[in-house]
């Protein structure tokens, strides 16, 4: 049953996700080219998704999941300098190539060579991500 609410949900976040323009890279670059030809349209997909979920989180705060577990723990609201880095490079990498996580995936069937070798990057990168933390908290230990 939780397989099966995992895929329909799944489904329809890839759906929404194509339907919206999330997973046309032309897009989503001419939304983040705030001093080029900025489409502004993708504020509204954005608004449009925040919105239900603060109503849906709210809702939820004091109830329990109908199928799973529990429901996850609010994120750590620490503003530190691994939380900048990492903000930084997906920045840095969804305004590169017009992808994050949840467009790629969702483009990985249509996507092609370009949707795959994506793919493979972003799993290299969360590989070496401990890693690099890692050696960014030794170093910054010796100085």
């Known amino acids: ?27 989503v670059q001419g939304f983040l080219d705030f001093f080029g030809a900025w489409d502004p349209t993708l504020v509204f997909v954005m ?7 603060f109503v849906a989180w709210r809702l939820a705060a004091a109830r329990k999941p109908l199928v799973g577990g ?4 609010p994120a750590d609201p620490v503003f530190d300098r691994h939380l900048i880095i990492g903000a930084v490079l997906f920045g840095m990498g969804w305004g590169l190539v017009g992808l994050c996580p949840g467009p ?28 690099a933390k890692g050696a960014l908290d030794t170093n910054s230990a010796r100085a």
């Open 104 to 131: 790629a995936l969702a483009s990985l069937s249509y996507g092609g060579i370009g949707g795959l070798t994506f793919l493979a990057a972003m799993i290299a990168g969360m590989a070496l991500a401990p890693r």
């Open 47 to 53: 608004g449009g998704a925040i919105i239900p979920m």
């Open 1 to 27: 049953m939780r397989t099966a609410f995992a895929i329909l949900s799944g489904s329809l976040f890839g759906l929404g996700l194509h339907l919206s323009g999330m997973t046309n890279t032309d897009k």
């Open 70 to 73: 529990d429901f996850p723990a």
